[in-house]
């Protein structure tokens, strides 16, 4: 059985790298992505996997994009919430957009797709929701009291929703990436990245590959036991 998997954020760095890994471990995958149609394109041209385009923030949107995802490859069976952003700033000088922008797309579109595909999930008896937190979201990080608030906050969310969803088979699970090569980390200030990297004492970033690979396994058919948890990736900068 080829089960749907759908990934937010899925046409660039980790959704990529998760989209890529759950198609060569079987599943037909579709990707969203916001924006950059561009990429998308080369997206699907150098992988076959479809993409759609939505806001994560906007709920009709995300009602109306699974409804498209599902009319062309069928019900969605596997959910990774990894659509997300960074607007950085010391709080004193953080405005009220960047910290709404922040919470609208990591969080409240965390909450919108799990809308969108939950009931389904539920009359089915099976789903697999793996939603993307961070290191920062367990150890905090200066220039980020938005991003890490909404890091932290899915960790909630994730436990309660596996909570409610573990009687019909349904596991929803957090992925918790250290400082990963991706254009997000391609955007902090060197100076700034080289003293972060100090502090991985594995002493490089993640790749992509090496979180999808955390994907793969929360999403794996004999996963269905695994609930509730949030799994480090972080080369050991952050044990919780
Ligand atoms: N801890 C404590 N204080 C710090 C600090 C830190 N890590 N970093 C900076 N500061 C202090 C500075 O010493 C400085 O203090 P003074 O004003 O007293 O001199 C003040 O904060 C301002 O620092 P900057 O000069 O760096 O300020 P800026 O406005 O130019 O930049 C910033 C602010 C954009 C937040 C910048 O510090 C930054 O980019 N920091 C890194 C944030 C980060 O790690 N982002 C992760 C993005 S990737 C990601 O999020 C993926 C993931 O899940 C891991």
């Known amino acids: 059985m080829q ?3 759908l990934v937010t954020g899925g046409t660039a760095g980790i959704g990529a790298a998760s989209a890529e890994a759950l198609l060569a471990a079987g599943f037909r995958v579709a990707a969203t992505y916001a924006g950059n149609r561009q990429a998308a394109e080369a997206f699907t041209e150098r992988t076959q996997i479809p993409t759609f385009a939505w806001n994560v923030s906007d709920p009709v949107a995300c009602k109306a994009g699974v409804a498209k995802v599902e009319a062309a490859l069928g019900p969605v069976e596997v959910l990774v919430n990894n659509a997300g952003i960074t607007r950085d700033a010391m709080l004193h000088r953080m405005t009220i957009a960047q910290w709404r922008e922040v919470l609208d797309v990591n969080l409240s579109g965390c909450f919108n797709m799990c809308s969108a595909v939950i009931n389904g999930m539920r009359e089915r008896r099976f789903g697999r929701i793996i939603n993307m937190s961070s290191v920062n979201g367990l150890s905090g990080q200066a220039g980020q009291t938005n991003y890490a608030a909404t890091k932290a906050a899915i960790i909630g969310f994730t436990k309660s929703l596996a909570l409610e969803g573990a009687s019909r088979n349904i596991t929803v699970n957090a992925i918790a990436p250290g400082y990963t090569d991706t254009a997000m980390v391609g955007d902090i200030r060197p100076d ?6 100090k502090s991985v004492p594995a002493g490089r970033l993640a790749t992509a590959v090496e979180i999808a690979r955390g994907v793969v396994f929360l999403a794996a058919e004999d996963a269905g036991f695994i609930t509730g948890i949030t799994l480090s ?6 044990m919780a």
Request: aromatic share 6%; no cysteine.
């Open 3 to 5: 089960r749907v998997a």
């Open 233 to 238: 990736i972080n080369g050991g900068r952050y």
């Open 192 to 197: 700034i990245l080289e003293q972060i990297l």
